[in-house]
T-cell receptor, first 114, second 115 residues
């Protein structure tokens, strides 16, 4: 089974702190994604990566950056956390090739910025 | 850009009754379509997916969905609700031409099952 793990389930940070959210997948997937989930808004794509060191902005990249130094690991970085970044963050990965491949999700990190 | 509409943020259904969650998409070409379920404090889990092989798709836990091109819909159904079906359900769409298969998600339906 595909496994996507996230470094923390719950995280509390202060305004202005630099925050790292880590995601690791064990299926050698090329594509990895970071979403934030807010009530009534569904999932919104922050960034995705289609290969090591390659990244593209999603729909709401402002205030975030990402890093992908190894294929299995995709990090989301909040350079200076703000209260409006309090949210649930979900990581996903997906294989590529012929056929339609679904995204596999981690358990999520619930981040609170105070 | 494609979009997905799920009406009714909260849906209440009696145990044993039909579950019907509606999903409509806006795309000029038939997309790939997915339904995901999220149980409390968990990530998303795939229920089923439409890939153009068959219009009626069967998924896990007794759910199924039917793709209707003329209605641009992909509604999710289950004949008889169980208490364990209480969760949030998301419809998602991706375009065949998008090699990265980015997904656009609907806003979700929170399903409450009444005993």
């Amino acid at each position: 089974d595909v496994k996507v793990t996230q470094s923390s389930r719950y995280l509390v940070k202060r305004t202005g702190e630099k925050v790292f959210l880590e995601c690791v997948q064990d299926m050698d997937h090329e594509n990895m994604f970071w979403y934030r989930q807010d009530p009534g808004l569904g999932l919104r794509l922050i960034y995705f990566s289609y290969d090591v060191k390659m990244k593209e902005k999603g729909d709401i990249p402002e205030g975030y950056s990402v890093s992908r130094e190894k294929k299995e690991r995709f990090s989301l970085i909040l350079e200076s956390a703000s209260t409006n970044q309090t949210s649930m963050y979900l990581c996903a990965s997906r294989g590529t090739g012929t056929g339609v491949y679904e995204q596999y999700f981690g358990p999520g990190t619930r981040l609170t910025v105070t | 850009a494609q979009s997905v509409t799920q009406l009714g943020s909260h849906v209440s259904v009696s145990e044993g009754a039909l579950v019907l969650l509606r999903c409509n998409y806006s795309s000029s070409v038939p997309p790939y379509l997915f339904w995901y379920v999220q149980y409390p404090n968990q990530g998303l889990q795939l229920l089923l997916k439409y890939t153009s092989a068959a219009t009626l798709v069967k998924g896990i836990n007794g759910f199924e969905a039917e793709f209707k091109k003329s209605e641009t819909s992909f509604h999710l159904t289950k004949p008889s609700a169980h208490m364990r079906d209480a969760a949030e359900y998301f419809c998602a769409v991706s375009l065949p031409g998008d090699g990265n298969n980015r997904l656009a998600f609907g806003k979700g339906n929170q399903v409450v099952v009444i005993p």
